[in-house]
């Protein structure tokens, strides 16, 4: 029986950063609505032609790789969480292999939407626990801003999110009081309408169907979202996970050094925070900077958080989520 650690993170957005004031241009909103709902001041668009899920996934893999020390030719395994892939079909995980050069090895795609890096997490820490792989590249990315509804009619879900990727790269760990201790995985799908993009899909309305009846009213293939009952669910979903997580290990709330909670909403991240009373120095939020990069949360913010020196060896780091589905999720870390 081994344990799993992080040997290496590394994250990528694109460089056209756009504005609550770009917004405010495109459709009737502002500032000051945005930022009070949600906490975002701006978030990363990708250039058509220049980034997409699997590029931007590769990128940010290959800071990861590299500060890792773990050779490309070392990677066992791929696991990419992503709501947006570049094709219907096949997954990203496959591209990733490709782009990267890796052997033959396998490729996993996760579909967990906002919970899904940590659930990428907890199937690599499966693998490596039992001691079937020994390196295993995780992923998160997405591109939303090419799938929105980027008009008045889409505002209260198209400011939300924004474009990015992190990876981390997970090692075996033969000290059993390192790495990822536990990892809980929840869902509830009978709210699953609550957050969805519905078309295209087999069981609903099928690009033939959408094209059959061009319906410029038609929104069965824009992110439909119910912000308030969404919200509702996602604070208390957060604070049972987490107090899950830590009563596995037999932690206290007092133990956590860092959480890193999915980029939801800067008002969620905040309630927890406050519920948990946990100081500035205790969470590492970035929506206000890159909106809702959905899988891409977590490792973007778990990367900048270590980066900065928010995280040293021996802290307890707490990796939570919730979202779509509703899947929630977390996953406690001995750094």
């Known amino acids: 029986m081994y344990h799993s650690r992080i040997a290496g993170l590394g994250y990528y957005v694109p460089s056209n950063v756009v504005t609550n004031e770009d917004l405010s241009k495109i459709m009737d909103t502002n500032d000051e609505w945005i930022q009070e709902r949600t906490g975002i001041q701006e978030r990363r668009h990708i250039i058509r032609g220049e980034d997409t899920t699997t590029s931007m996934g590769v990128k940010a893999a290959k800071i990861a790789i590299e500060r890792s020390g773990v050779a490309k030719e070392d990677i066992d395994f791929v696991v990419f969480a992503t709501l947006s892939p570049d094709y219907y079909f096949p997954g990203p995980g496959v591209l990733v292999q490709r782009d990267l050069g890796l052997r033959t090895v396998g490729a996993l795609d996760v579909r967990n939407q906002c919970s899904g890096f940590v659930y990428a997490i907890s199937v690599a820490d499966q693998y490596i626990k039992t001691g079937m792989y020994k390196n295993i590249l995780v992923i998160g990315s997405e591109v939303h801003s090419t799938g929105l509804d980027m008009t008045t009619r889409g505002r209260g879900v198209s400011v939300i999110f924004g474009d990015g990727a992190g990876a981390a790269v997970l090692s075996r760990e033969e000290d059993l009081t390192k790495g990822i201790l536990s990892t809980h995985l929840h869902s509830e799908g009978q709210h699953a309408e609550e957050l969805a993009l519905q078309a295209p899909g087999m069981g609903a309305r099928w690009v033939t169907d959408i094209i059959a009846d061009n319906d410029p009213n038609d929104e069965s293939y824009y992110p439909y979202m119910n912000g308030q009952f969404v919200f509702k669910n996602a604070v208390v979903r957060f604070a ?96």
């Not at 519920?275 to 900048?304: C, M, R, W």
Request: glycine content about 8%; cysteine-free; aromatic content about 8%.
């Open 240 to 335: 049972e996970v987490i107090h899950e997580g830590l009563e596995a290990n037999g932690l206290q709330v007092s133990d956590i050094d860092m959480l890193i909670p999915h980029q939801a909403n800067l008002r969620i991240s905040q309630f927890i925070q406050n519920k948990f009373k946990l100081s500035d120095d205790q969470v590492h939020n970035n929506i206000q900077k890159y909106g809702n990069t959905t899988a891409a949360s977590i490792p973007i913010a778990l990367t900048e958080a270590w980066e900065q020196g928010k995280i040293k060896s021996g802290d307890t780091v707490v990796l939570a989520a919730f979202g779509s589905g509703f899947t929630w999720a977390s996953a406690i870390i001995k750094w």
